[in-house]
């Protein structure tokens, strides 16, 4: 039992991360009906950065100044690379961020240098004992922090201006230009979005391990995390992540006996297989809505 | 006063739609735009609006003006601050947000405002105040109407475009939109209204213009073009000669009498 519970909480830890990602995926599929491939590169880029920042000024500010830094850079590469390609296939747009995350990284990778990297995170392995189950304080961390940031983010998309233009356009793009929504504006808003949350995700994915240049390879775990919460879900994702880091720190951790021919890898599969699984049975995803419409 | 001059817009750079077409929306009066489909009514109101880009359109000649400044060039989101609010064709309403969040976003061109137009929209459209927090996607036909030209008229605009505005509504809903319409001009916003149905339009209008195949082909005042026989035939539905003419004694090539051919 005890050794469950500690799985789900590291799979609540990861989970979170998954989530902050798929957050980032599912707004700018919301706002440019594209999904974007330069999530994992602005992932990495954040980590490296909070790692050269955080000797300079401290974690805290480090963590707030550097995903500023990856929300502005985000909001240049949208102006100069994306916002000329609307209007064309969503097809072209999707290999062009492609393009984007290859560029991101290399340039991001170039700042990890040979020594290992940590990001200077205050968590390292600590744990604390919670009626028996040892849970790491990183996953705490990165799991309180998801859920400050997916509340400000809810809050943002329902009580604020913009926000509310960002749904709007992602309902119906024509009638939102028409109430004079900028929908340039609305873009650029859903890329610095999706790059802040991307960098916060690098920043706890790293958390307690040295940054190297395949960081980013977690940050694939984002695709079907959203496919199962839905594409077009919020919720669905958060949800998603954390249903899906879960099952896979569980069975990661049961693998020896469960899976025993896999070796260590089942932990990988998971995601797909649960992707596969519910898509089975609701092809939307968890949460992707159905069109509302009075017959 | 909102003008087109001899303005010409072309779709993904061959299907021409307007041919030189010349329109006045003077303050606070009702223009109606008639015509049969496919005469560039909403390709005139996409123009006006800005929303042209979207459908891949452009204008290639002529230009708008709002008083005497050239206005052709601006963006939707400009076009909205200046007070032009393009109500489309098919009520386009937020289907997954409440009807009160799909107010907020008409506040979107003047939110300093938005508190004072919430309370005229409500005054104006009761219906809505009891629907405020319900999913708009499950408002009646006639509510969602409600819901657009609300939410249009939520950053107070100068001018409102109205596209088919009775499209698809039961007669007695249509007769409380023309009443709204003429209230909302009472107060001020001038409209151009594009409608189909013509009995409507004409009876709330000041001025009228028909089209056809891009062009302008009639352009008086409304009471004008209620009395004219062949306004009244070809759009009105009411026969030349006698009270009623059954289609089966229409001759066929006087079913469709042509001004510009």
Known sequence: MTELLTAVSIGAGNGSVYALLALGFVIIYKAMSVISFAQPAFMLSGAVLVSHLSPRMGFVAAVVVGTIAIAVVALVVERVAVRPMVGKAVFVIAIITIGIDIVVRVVAGAFVGVDPRTIGDPWGLDVTTIGGVQVQHRHIAAFVVTGLVVALLFAFFRFTRMGLAMRATALDQEAAMAQGVDVGRVFAVSWALAGALAAIAGVFASAGNPIDQNLWIIALTALPVIILGGLDSLGGAVLGGLVIGIVQAVVSTYHSTWFPFLDTNSGAIVPYVLMLLVLLVRPQGLFGTKEVERV | ?261
Request: no cysteine; proline share 3%.
């Open chain 2, 1 to 261: 006063m909102l003008a087109v001059n001899n303005l010409e817009v072309v779709y993904d750079d061959v299907v021409v739609a307007l041919r030189g077409v010349s329109i006045e929306v003077p303050d606070g009066r009702i223009v109606a735009l008639l015509g049969a489909n496919g005469a560039g009514k909403s390709s005139l109101l996409r123009s006006l609006s800005g929303l042209l880009d979207v459908h891949h359109g452009e204008i290639r000649k002529g230009g708008i003006t709002l008083d005497g400044e050239s206005v052709d060039s601006l963006r939707p989101a400009q076009l909205a601050k200046r007070g032009i609010k393009h109500v489309l064709e098919g009520r386009r309403i937020f289907k997954e947000l409440t009807v009160e969040e799909n107010l907020r976003v008409g506040a979107h061109a003047a939110p300093r405002d938005a508190g004072d137009n919430m309370t005229r929209v409500f005054d104006l459209f009761p219906r809505l105040v009891e629907r405020r927090q319900q999913t708009a996607g499950y408002l009646s036909g006639g509510e969602q109407q409600m819901l657009a030209i609300g939410r249009a008229l939520m950053s107070g605009p100068r001018y409102l475009l109205l596209d088919e505005p009775s499209l698809g509504l039961a007669p007695r809903v249509v007769g409380q939109i023309r009443d709204i319409i003429v209230e909302i001009n009472s107060q001020g916003t001038g409209v151009l209204l594009v409608e189909q149905n013509a009995t409507m339009a004409l009876s709330i209008a000041h001025h009228g213009y028909v089209m056809e195949t891009g062009r302008v082909v009639m352009d008086r005042p409304a009471s004008e073009l209620l009395a004219d026989d062949d306004v009244r035939e070809f759009y009105l539905g009411i026969g030349g000669d006698e009270e009623r003419t059954s289609f089966r004694d229409v001759k066929h090539y006087r079913r469709r009498k042509r001004w510009a051919s």
